[in-house]
């Protein structure tokens, strides 16, 4: 039996009846004057004899190198995997490949990036820009086909994948309110050029201002300094007030959950704790812990399925797209259904009490 890497065109032509162009039509994903039934006994043959297109070969007949560049703003968190994750998915469906590289939103660094990739003859980028990369895509971009994955503004871009982060921000605050916290302080790291925490310091202080809610924001500037960070906290804990913390990614919520390790017994009554995503972790600590939750698998293969549209000139995607984030109630706040239970329950005694008057 053959081994699946020497199986040929000319093997699968042959086993599904057709002619070695046809395959060729197909493994180019050249359909337009492919049949239905055609396409089904190539793809029934490939499947049988776990035929592997050669990359390098489609390259040649086609001038493209069936590759894409990925550059994200780091790959170390769960929602940034995920991502990768689901552009790894959809590239795989279609016999393409990816490169990946960080960049920190360092506009030098994207600079390099991107310059790094087109030496590689990359069909197509999918990026998670900084503030002002348009503005440096309009230099060295050239004409290659770009997704933008949650940019700071939409604007500049026409292909885009985006998360509802201010308006899921808002909604999960009035949520926090109805569960009986009274105070609301926000841990976060300067907004500076990260766009997309700029949204969630923009959701809450809108949402404060006009509730006319008693808060306080406490900017961190190294989260590894524990000790430090647990001061900050403490001085925002009240025993007679419900207090929940609202913190603004997944690197700061692991290290507010540590610093205030010494009260997690005060969890969920005194003190709410929530942030962002961080699944891997925060479902497996004691209480385990309340969280935004980015669908950033389905962005992700969103986002690659858009890019090779445009690359394949398909036109059958739409050029934008806004995801819905959930929220995960775990341990660590209030839940909304147990606190309207208790609520029901005090107005039902408060009713029988006066009826026994």
Avoid at 169 to 194: A, D, K, S, W
């Amino acid at each position: 039996m053959r081994k699946k890497n020497s199986v040929t065109i000319a093997d699968i032509a042959k086993k599904a009846g057709v002619s070695r162009t046809t395959v060729s039509f197909y493994i180019n994903q050249k359909f337009e004057k492919m049949s239905n039934k055609t396409r089904a006994k190539i793809e029934a043959a490939i499947e049988e004899t776990d035929f592997v297109p050669n990359v390098l070969a489609r390259s040649l007949n086609n001038k493209q190198s069936f590759m894409i560049g990925v550059i994200m703003r780091s790959s170390a968190n769960w929602e940034k995997s995920r991502f990768i994750d689901g552009v790894e998915d959809c590239l795989k469906k279609n016999n393409y490949q990816m490169i990946v590289a960080t960049s920190n939103w360092d506009l030098d660094e994207e600079r390099r990036q991107i310059e790094k990739m087109k030496a590689q003859n990359v069909d197509g980028f999918i990026v998670n820009p900084s503030e002002s990369f348009d503005l440096l895509w309009k230099t060295v971009g050239g004409q290659r086909p770009l997704v933008v994955y949650n940019p700071p503004h939409i604007s500049p871009y026409w292909n885009w994948v985006r998360f509802n982060d201010y308006e899921v921000v808002y909604n999960v605050l009035e949520q926090m309110i109805e569960t009986g916290y009274t105070r609301m302080i926000m841990v976060t790291e300067e907004p500076g050029r990260h766009a997309t925490i700029a949204q969630r310091c923009l959701a809450f202080d809108h949402f404060i201002n006009l509730h006319h809610l008693r808060s306080k924001t406490i900017y961190v500037h190294d989260p590894d300094d524990l000790t430090h960070l647990e001061f900050e906290l403490l001085q925002h804990i009240r025993i007679e007030e419900r207090t929940c913390f609202f913190v603004t990614t997944p690197e700061l919520l692991k290290a507010v959950f540590l610093a205030l390790r010494r009260y997690h017994e005060w969890m969920p009554d005194h003190i709410g704790l929530m942030g962002f995503d961080s699944l891997e972790w925060t479902e497996m600590v004691t209480p385990s812990v309340t969280t935004i939750v980015h669908p950033s698998y389905e962005a992700g293969f969103q986002a690659a399925s858009m890019l090779l549209d445009v690359i394949m000139d398909k036109k059958e995607q739409v050029p934008g797209r806004i995801f819905e984030c959930t929220l995960h109630e775990c341990g660590s706040t209030m839940k909304i259904k147990k606190r309207k239970e208790e609520k029901e329950k005090t107005m039902k005694e408060n009713e029988n009490g006066g009826q026994d008057l």
